[in-house]
């Protein structure tokens, strides 16, 4: 595939569960405790990024959510496409997007970047790479169809490929 780094490997679902690297925007930059991102509000506490309000005095850093924005470099990639996928689009990216409002809300770090379009279908970007397995799944689930996993545990990079 056109755009791939090396490194990548098919993996199936319970390897993914089971083997997910450690995330280098998290790990570089670990924030002093308590900080809080000037860009989206979240905060870090107890080793931990929440929505909770930083306390006063909090030191300031992006998130690492905010940080790949910022990059434009994207932890987890997610294509959608087919015939099926093209006939139900606007149902299955309302699925997507309420994916991640539900992650969201409950984890600052997990969030779309772009919604852009592929050639087959559309490509989604996301902040992290639970995030992506989640929402591949949520739509394999719901739509069936098939759905490919590759996996590159060194750069910490998710790529789910849906297809109905
Ligand atoms: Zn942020």
Redesign the pocket.
């Known amino acids: 595939m056109k755009g791939e780094r090396g490194g990548f490997r098919p993996v199936s679902r319970m390897q993914l569960l089971e083997g997910m690297g450690e995330d280098s925007y998290k790990a570089k930059r670990k924030p002093r405790d308590p900080t809080r991102?000037p860009?989206?509000?979240?905060s870090f506490h107890s080793g931990r990024w929440t929505w909770d309000a930083a306390p006063e005095g909090a030191h300031e850093q992006?998130?690492p959510?905010?940080h790949r924005i910022q990059d434009r470099f994207p932890a987890g990639y997610v294509t959608l496409a087919g015939e099926y996928f093209r006939g139900h689009r606007d149902e299955i990216l309302r699925l997507v997007k309420h994916c991640e409002e539900r992650e969201k809300a409950a984890h600052?770090l997990q969030r779309i970047m772009a919604i852009e379009d592929a050639a087959e279908g559309v490509l989604v970007t996301t902040t992290d790479v639970h995030l992506a397995r989640n929402i591949a799944e949520r739509v394999h689930d719901a739509c069936k169809g098939s759905l490919v996993f590759h996996y590159s545990k060194e750069d910490n990079l998710l790529r789910a490929n849906w297809k109905r």
């Open positions: 991102c860009n989206c509000g979240a992006l998130c959510a905010c600052p």
